[in-house]
């Protein structure tokens, strides 16, 4: 257990707030060390010393609603809430409590937060569904320790390619050096054992703030494309090697990074490409690069547009990279086909959402979730809640208390419309 930093509700409350105002809460004492691996923000990557922290204090919260707590093989933490027949099929409540760097507090953390509330709900009340209700913590949504990301809801949908697993960080590190590998396949759950997947999120975007309203139903999340492009040139004298003469892996880079930005600007408006990470390995002011590297992510909600788009900036890459003279390399890191969300349970979500007083609404995500991955496992729905100016992936990310009980109530208003489609007629 984590010493000397246990949060409990009581603390994070003072007693005071209902289940979503915990909830928030309790993402906002999750951002801070020692469950942030920095003392400037919030950077939690999956398996670092923080991750372990944050579920250690996830694991306690789970058992204090009654909750049964373990691990799997991918180091996704899991409390399990029994339903009336123990060893009962699940609904899933689930999200991620990996962050990308320097990020906000609520990606990710508040959907597994309010699943444990919805837990706290029933338990509260003695109430037992006709199924189980589980909660998972992923550990890899955002890839933001590893060339990969979702391994670990991979490993859950049992869609994992085990060569998929051959990763190292930027020190160096092999996953295979933190976790067993032969054994990370064994998180697979089978399809007769999960009825369900939800997962609350924030927006991430702007369109529920616009639209004035707490809640979305979520339809469908983009396909994704992720590469890691490396160039090569010569290293060279800053001082001494004429403009003309040079092989320079950083203007290259630039030219490529812009290149991408056009092509995404000249399609549809769901069509976005992102350059997050370039890399100067051994870079110095004085020193032509020799090599650089860059991360490249391709969206939209159609996969083939999205890889239309994919292959116009592979070739304008090999373009530049010819006429520059550089080596290239191109590793495609991911490929996440879009992924619908189920009819039956957006309805069942629009209906849970008026009735707990607020007016259902559809919009997709641009975000990738851990939801598109559980989707070959079982159906799958996501519910938005708004967050403030739709900022995401920056520390200023902000959810309201009032949207967070608004989504707890739509959350448990699911729950009890579900129990009663399934109840034994
Ligand atoms: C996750 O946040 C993603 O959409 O990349
Ligand atoms: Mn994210
Ligand atoms: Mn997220």
């Known amino acids: 257990m984590v010493t000397g930093a246990m949060v409990t509700g009581a603390m994070v409350t003072g007693g005071m707030g209902t289940g979503g105002t915990r909830a928030v809460a309790r993402c906002a004492a999750l951002a801070l060390p020692p469950f942030s691996d920095s003392a400037e923000g919030l950077t939690r990557t999956y398996l670092s010393p923080a991750y372990h922290a944050a579920q250690e204090q996830l694991a306690a919260w789970m058992a204090d609603v009654g909750m049964t707590v373990r691990r799997d093989a991918a180091a996704n933490l899991i409390g399990r809430y029994e339903g009336r027949a123990a060893g009962a099929p699940a609904l899933v409540i689930g999200s991620h409590i990996d962050s990308v760097r320097n990020a906000g507090a609520y990606d990710g953390p508040l959907g597994i937060l309010l699943g444990i509330e919805a837990v706290a709900a029933l338990s509260s009340g003695r109430v037992r569904m006709p199924f189980a209700v589980e909660v998972y913590a ?28 051959d990763v190292r960080d930027r020190d160096g590190v092999a996953l295979g050096d933190l976790l067993d590998l032969a054994t990370y396949p064994s998180a697979a759950r089978t399809a007769g054992d999960i009825i369900a997947y939800l997962e609350a999120h924030i927006e991430q975007g702007p369109v529920l703030e616009a639209a004035g309203l707490a809640l979305g139903t979520v339809t469908g999340i983009a396909a994704q494309l992720r590469f890691e492009i490396g160039l090569t040139g010569t290293a060279g004298h800053a001082g001494t090697t004429a403009m003309d003469l040079r092989r320079d892996a950083v203007t290259g880079m630039a030219e490529m990074v812009l290149a991408a930005e056009a092509v995404a600007t000249a399609g549809p408006v769901d069509l976005v490409a992102t350059v997050g990470v370039v890399e100067v390995p051994a870079g110095a002011a004085n020193v032509i690069a020799g090599r650089s590297r860059f ?40 490929d996440l086909p879009a992924s ?80 009663a489609q399934r109840e034994p007629a």
Request: proline share 5%.
């Open 138 to 165: 992923f550990g890899d949504e955002e890839g933001s320790r590893f060339p990969a990301a979702m391994l670990t809801s991979r490993a859950v949908a049992g869609t994992l390619d085990p060569a998929a697993l």
């Open 295 to 334: 991360t490249l992510d391709v969206r939209a909600g159609d996969a083939a547009v999205r890889d239309r788009a994919a292959d116009a900036i592979l070739r304008r890459f090999r373009e530049i990279a010819g006429r520059r003279d550089l080596g290239m390399s191109v590793r495609q890191v991911h």
């Open 340 to 419: 619908p969300c189920d009819p039956a349970l957006m309805d069942l979500l629009d209906a849970a959402t008026a009735e707990a007083g607020h007016k259902p609404f559809r919009l997709v995500s641009g975000a990738g979730h851990d939801a598109m991955i559980m989707a070959a496992l079982c159906p799958t729905a996501m519910l938005f809640l708004r967050c403030r100016g739709g900022v995401s992936h920056n520390p200023a990310e902000h959810v309201e208390p009032a949207d967070a009980e608004a989504a707890l109530e739509a959350i448990s208003c699911f729950i009890r419309q579900l129990g």
